[in-house]
C-alpha cells in the first residue's frame, strides 16, 4: 500500500554533510509518523530520528544538533539533513514509516542506503 525509497546516500569524509530523502508513494502521507532508522554491521537496528504528523520531531542522544529531520507532505517526502559526519554514523539508512489506527498498527520500511564515512 505504501512503497518508500531512500536516496542520498555514498561516501563521505569525516565532518562532511549529506542529505537523505525518502519518497513515499501511497494515501494519507501526512498521517504517519515519519522515521529514519540505521544498522552498522553487528550492531542493532536503532532509531536515528523520526518526525510526526504535526512536525514534532525526535533524535537519538548522538546524532542531536549535528541532524535534522523535516517532511514535505505536498511532496510526500520525508528528509534527514546530517551534518558533521563521524565514522560511527556509517551504516544502512531506512525510512520508516508508521500509523497507528484503530483495529492495527501499519510500518513500512524503504530497502535502505548505505552511508559510509570515511578518509
Known amino acids: 500500500q505504501v512503497q518508500l525509497v531512500e536516496s542520498g546516500g555514498g561516501l563521505v569524509q569525516p565532518g562532511g554533510s549529506l542529505t537523505l530523502s525518502c519518497a513515499a508513494s501511497?494515501?494519507?502521507?501526512?498521517?504517519?509518523?515519519m522515521g529514519w532508522y540505521r544498522q552498522a554491521p553487528g550492531k542493532q537496528r536503532e532509531l536515528v530520528a523520526e518526525?510526526?504528523?504535526?512536525?514534532?520531531?525526535n533524535y537519538v542522544d548522538n546524532v542531536k544538533g549535528r541532524f535534522t529531520i523535516s517532511r514535505d507532505n505536498a511532496k510526500n517526502t520525508v528528509y534527514l539533513q546530517m551534518n558533521s559526519l563521524k565514522p560511527e554514523d556509517t551504516a544502512v539508512y531506512y525510512c520508516?514509516?508508521?500509523?497507528?489506527?484503530?483495529?492495527?498498527?501499519?510500518?513500512?520500511w524503504g530497502p535502505g542506503t548505505q552511508v559510509t564515512v570515511s578518509s
Open positions: 520508516h514509516a508508521n500509523r497507528r489506527v484503530l483495529g492495527g498498527t501499519y510500518l513500512y
Open positions: 501511497g494515501r494519507d502521507f501526512s498521517n504517519y509518523v
Open positions: 518526525i510526526t504528523s504535526g512536525a514534532s520531531t
